[in-house]
């Protein structure tokens, strides 16, 4: 519409039964638009809404270990590693020692080289580990999900050819 007086742009914003909203009031002159308020706080508050739920939260799990794990715990924590890397969460991996462990810290040391080692195709280790008192850590990140392969379970058809139907 241009610049125009304040009554006569109030009297175009009732006439269309429709608000008179100051767009830009250090602007010299102030802009203003004429349009449903209450419509436009309301798009204005689906935006924000969208764009949180585009946003990522970053997750932090945690696995701990111990420096005399049984081969089982181990295979079966390594599971629930590579699942949260898998969920694109990082994880925090913990040797806890206690007594006479503290004085081998390199046992630590190997369980969490070895593991960087076997999940290297699908993280990368963020802080390399070090000593926290009784503790010692290590954090890994997910690569892209592009990066990613998928398991052999969710493979399409299983090896071997046609189905077997039981008869021979």
């Given at each position: 519409?241009?610049?125009?007086?304040?009554?006569?742009?109030?009297?175009?914003?009732?006439?269309?039964?429709?608000?008179?909203?100051?767009?830009?009031?250090?602007?010299?002159?102030?802009?203003?638009?004429?349009?449903?308020?209450?419509?436009?706080?309301?798009?204005?508050?689906?935006?924000?809404?969208?764009?949180?739920?585009?946003?990522?939260?970053?997750?932090?799990?945690?696995?701990?270990?111990r420096?005399?794990?049984?081969?089982?715990?181990?295979?079966?924590?390594?599971?629930?590693?590579?699942?949260?890397?898998?969920?694109?969460?990082?994880?925090?991996?913990?040797?806890?020692?206690?007594?006479?462990?503290?004085a081998?810290?390199?046992?630590?040391?190997?369980?969490?080289?070895?593991?960087?080692?076997?999940?290297?195709?699908?993280?990368?280790?963020?802080?390399?580990?070090?000593?926290?008192?009784?503790?010692?850590?290590m954090?890994?990140?997910?690569?892209?999900?592009?990066?990613?392969?998928?398991?052999?379970?969710?493979?399409?058809?299983?090896?071997?050819?046609a189905?077997?139907?039981?008869?021979?």
């Open positions: 519409m241009g610049v125009v007086a304040l009554p006569d742009a109030l009297a175009a914003a009732r006439e269309r039964e429709l608000d008179l909203v100051e767009v830009a009031p250090d602007a010299s002159p102030p802009v203003c638009r004429i349009m449903d308020h209450n419509r436009h706080k309301y798009e204005e508050q689906q935006r924000k809404k969208e764009s949180r739920k585009k946003a990522t939260q970053v997750v932090v799990k945690e696995m701990k270990f420096p005399k794990i049984d081969v089982h715990d181990y295979t079966t924590k390594m599971r629930h590693v590579e699942r949260f890397l898998a969920e694109g969460h990082k994880v925090k991996l913990t040797i806890m020692f206690r007594g006479r462990e503290m081998h810290p390199e046992l630590g040391l190997r369980i969490l080289e070895r593991i960087a080692e076997e999940v290297n195709e699908i993280a990368m280790v963020e802080s390399s580990p070090r000593q926290d008192g009784r503790n010692m850590t954090v890994l990140h997910p690569l892209k999900k592009s990066a990613r392969k998928p398991k052999p379970a969710e493979t399409a058809a299983p090896a071997g050819g189905e077997s139907t039981g008869a021979t």
